[in-house]
């Protein structure tokens, strides 16, 4: 699902299947996060307990730290996208609330195709979300309409860190008639910023962005392959 908010402008292709969302279901959870810190739900600083149901196996070095270390959520949040960090993902999880709740909150923002039912890393696949489900919970982001502008600029800055651009940024690059590895950057100085999230399980990859181009425009992209 591709849409262009300056252009008004949309193309998709079976854009409201439910498929396994893998990491990108990192998005919307961040996404709850923030909306909970704007209500004083959270804290930025609090620090959450590192425990057995909450390891993660996969990406990240959290379930590799001792049980009942602490980390501060902005910290937890900042990993859960920089490595995509499955534990760090099944704290936040946990300290929103748990699965039923982010779900019903999912639902009450009209994520209707996003749905979690196992921590993370989820390998089975089991954890679904549709490309327009993903691409829709970025603009309700970058309208306004979800987060203040303090934590909007707050999930753009952790989006931005995020160390996995081999999907969209890479595809960009290359319809710019450009190949590197240094993709960010050759990005950049091509006047192109990609805030993404990918997710990659073996059995399905997917990716979701906001891109910011050189014409002062903004799309928004979000791509599952089964």
Do not use: C, H
């Not at 800055?157 to 960009?172: F, Q, R």
């Not at 960010?184 to 059995?203: A, C, E, P, Q």
């Not at 891109?211 to 089964?226: L, W």
């Amino acid at each position: 699902f591709f849409l262009s908010l300056d252009n008004k402008t949309f193309a998709e292709i079976n854009s409201k299947s439910m498929l396994a969302a893998a990491s990108s279901i990192k998005v919307p959870i961040l996404i709850l996060l923030l909306e909970s810190l704007d209500t004083g739900d959270i804290s930025w600083n609090e620090k959450l307990i590192l425990t057995e149901d909450t390891i993660g196996k996969g990406s990240g070095w959290l379930a590799y730290q001792k049980i009942g270390e602490k980390f501060p959520i902005y910290e937890i949040a900042s990993e859960m996208i920089r490595v995509s960090d499955n534990t760090a993902t099944n704290l936040l999880i946990k300290r929103l609330g748990g699965i039923d709740t982010l779900n019903k909150r999912f639902r009450e923002i009209g994520l209707k195709d996003t749905l979690i039912k196992n921590y993370l890393p989820d390998l089975n696949g089991t954890n679904l979300t549709s490309t327009e489900d993903l691409t829709i919970a970025l603009i309700l982001v970058d309208i306004g309409q979800l987060l203040s502008d303090r934590s909007r600029d707050t999930f753009r800055e952790i989006m931005s860190k995020s160390n996995t651009n081999t999907l969209i940024p890479s595809g960009i690059l290359r319809g710019l008639g450009k190949e590197t590895d240094n993709i960010d950057y050759l990005l950049s100085i091509n006047g192109y910023i990609v805030y993404n999230k990918t997710g990659d399980i073996g059995t399905s990859y997917a990716d979701t962005a906001l891109i910011q181009t050189p014409y002062n425009s903004r799309a928004f992209a979000s791509f599952i392959v089964k």
